[in-house]
């Protein structure tokens, strides 16, 4: 059954959450907007369309710790530590953020089972926030992605009606967490759910006229090798600067390092941290770089997200169409330009 809650009582639904959980929600900071562990007082901006940062770190951290190690003699002690031990929620994630998160799965919970990424994924519960005025760099739907629909794996969707908002439970943990919160939400009314549908209706109809709304990646055809071989790699890569902005600020990357760090004498540790296939020293060997070159890093990067990716999980592309890249690029180089060439325009 649909809910609904005032927004005058954020400050009490906050509250009620934070109780069971760790709550996150997008907080402003510095005039900018990044989901962050909720504290009485924060200004909290959730009509911010998308945050800084993707929600990724959540589930997939920056950088996180495996195992510790300590030397005592002859004899080894390893302590397996990193995953989440308490239960979490993300308030506030837009679809397009919530949609990486399947692609990620598909990475890390297909055998051998990433353990930490699986129990980050078990202990969170996700609250997304639908979307009724998409911005000109946003191209989602080019991957079937519904701004004014929540993807099916969500736990619970809300929708911004101005003074309130609707609260509809998807999941197991979604009902968990609509049942502690049954005291302060109420019954959505019928006018309520016709005044959602308007909004549907317009956030269609907004959609198809952004710049970017015919942007097809199922153009892109032809034979792997063709496409390998394309002369587009070497014309595009040429502006690239290799700095990894668009891996950082991606929902959807998921190259990472493993290495570890001797703290003295007797003790280390191990630990996982994003890597970016734009780096010159990224899968370097010890004969060197299988990839030598910045239009061979770019090629890899793209190919990945628009051939690759899709070829091994049922035309699923790896890009959610957030347009964060188009946003953080430095020198206006992104998977939308990329889509355009590769697809023939």
């Not at 929620?89 to 990620?104: E, M, P, W």
């Not at 994924?121 to 989602?140: L, S, Y």
């Not at 760090?261 to 060997?285: I, N, V």
Request: hydrophobic share 30%; net charge negative; proline share 3%.
């Amino acid at each position: 059954m649909m809910k609904k809650i005032s927004k005058s009582q954020f400050s009490q639904l906050f509250s009620n959450i934070d109780k069971s959980y760790q709550l996150f929600l997008p907080v402003e900071l510095d005039g900018k907007v990044n989901f962050d562990l909720w504290q009485e007082g924060d200004k909290v901006n959730i009509e911010k369309l998308k945050t800084n940062i993707s929600p990724k770190s959540f589930i997939f951290p920056q950088s996180e710790t495996y195992m510790k190690f300590k030397r005592d003699g002859k004899k080894l002690k390893i302590d397996n530590v990193g995953g989440k031990k308490e239960d979490y929620v993300i308030f506030g994630v837009r679809h397009c953020d919530a949609s990486s998160f399947k692609l990620l799965d598909n990475v890390f919970l297909e055998e051998p089972v990433d353990r930490l990424y699986e129990q980050r994924r078990e202990k969170g519960t996700i609250v997304t926030m639908a979307c009724f005025e998409p911005e000109e760099n946003c191209f989602c739907t080019s991957f079937g992605i519904k701004p004014e629909t929540a993807p099916k794996e969500v736990d619970v969707t809300t929708w911004d009606l101005g003074e309130s908002i609707l609260w509809q439970s998807q999941t197991q943990k979604g009902e968990a967490l609509t049942e502690k919160l049954n005291d302060i939400l109420e019954d959505a009314t019928d006018q309520d759910k016709a005044e959602l549908n308007k909004l549907q209706e317009s956030t269609i109809g907004k959609v198809k006229e952004l710049p970017l709304a015919n942007l097809d990646p199922t153009k892109i055809t032809g034979e792997l090798n063709d496409l390998f071989e394309s002369e587009i790699w070497q014309e595009l890569s040429e502006r690239c600067l290799g700095c990894g902005a668009c891996t950082f600020v991606c929902p959807t990357c998921h190259c990472y390092d493993v290495a570890d760090f001797k703290g003295d004498a007797q003790t280390g540790e191990r630990f996982r941290c994003w890597d970016s296939c734009m780096f010159s020293d990224f899968t370097l060997m010890a004969h060197g770089n299988i990839r030598k070159t910045q239009k061979e890093r770019f090629r890899q990067r793209f190919m990945h997200k628009l051939v690759y990716y899709p070829n091994n999980h049922e035309g699923v592309y790896a890009c959610v169409g957030c347009g964060r890249c188009v946003e953080k690029c430095p020198v206006h180089l992104d998977i939308v330009k990329v889509i355009k060439k590769l697809g023939g325009e």
